[in-house]
T-cell receptor, first 112, second 114 residues
Framework: SQTIHQWPATLVQPVGSPLSLECTVE??????LYWYRQAAGRGLQLLFY??????ISSEVPQNLSASRPQDRQFILSSKKLLLSDSGFYLC???????????FGDGTRLSIL | AQSVTQPDIHITVSEGASLELRCNYS??????LFWYVQSPGQGLQLLLK??????LVQGIKGFEAEFKRSQSSFNLRKPSVHWSDAAEYFC????????????FGRGTSLIVHP
């Protein structure tokens, strides 16, 4: 069966520090991969999605970036974190764009 | 572009009572519709989905949803709520107009009283 792993579960970072969140999927090939941010009391904001290795689509211009170095690995990065980057970050995968998404357990990012 | 509205931010029900969570979407053609549930501090879990066919869809954990094209709605229902159903519920819609990338509603927080 397919599984998705996302780490770390929680992270506290100072303003201006770099960021790297990692997500890996097991049990499937060539999944569509997604990064979302969820602010308190709000829905999910799609940040990036990828339909293949090296293919990244950005939905919201910001100081975050994403990379897909391997088929089942999706990384969210930042060179310098802002206070506004705080939130709950969720990685998800799907078999195709119109198929249900399967979510990781999320990373709670706090910026100090 | 598609949009989805969950008009209720919070819903409070007593354990054993019936539940209906509202979801309205905006899109000209038939969309792909989903309901997800999120427990605190966790990711989202798919409850059910509608692509086509029978407009009444059965999901996991005793939930069902009905697609009503005339009302542009996809409301989630459960006949008898359990305390463990307390969570955040998200409706999502995917359409060809949005390249099938789902758009999520803001969520409805379900509170269950004993």
């Amino acid at each position: 069966s397919q599984t998705i792993h996302q780490w770390p579960a929680t992270l506290v970072q100072p303003v201006g520090s770099p960021l790297s969140l990692e997500c890996t999927v097991e049990g499937t090939s060539n999944p569509n991969l997604y990064w979302y941010r969820q602010a308190a009391g709000r829905g999910l904001q799609l940040l990036f999605y990828s339909v293949g290795i090296g293919q990244i689509s950005s939905e919201v211009p910001q100081n975050l970036s994403a990379s897909r170095p391997q088929d089942r690995q999706f990384i969210l990065s930042s060179k310098k974190l802002l206070l506004s980057d705080s939130g709950f970050y969720l990685c998800a995968w799907s078999l195709d764009k119109n198929q249900p998404q399967h979510f990781g357990d999320g990373t709670r990012l706090s910026i100090l | 572009a598609q949009s989805v509205t969950q008009p209720d931010i919070h819903i409070t029900v007593s354990e054993g009572a019936s539940l209906e969570l509202r979801c309205n979407y905006s899109y000209g053609a038939t969309p792909y519709l989903f309901w997800y549930v999120q427990s605190p501090g966790q990711g989202l879990q798919l409850l059910l989905k509608y692509f086509s066919g029978d407009t009444l869809v059965q999901g996991i954990k005793g939930f069902e949803a009905e697609f009503k094209r005339s009302q542009s709605s996809f409301n989630l229902r459960k006949p008898s709520v359990h305390w463990s159903d307390a969570a955040e519920y998200f409706c999502a819609v995917a359409t060809s107009g949005g390249s099938y990338i789902p758009t999520f509603g803001r969520g409805t927080s379900l509170i269950v009283h004993p």
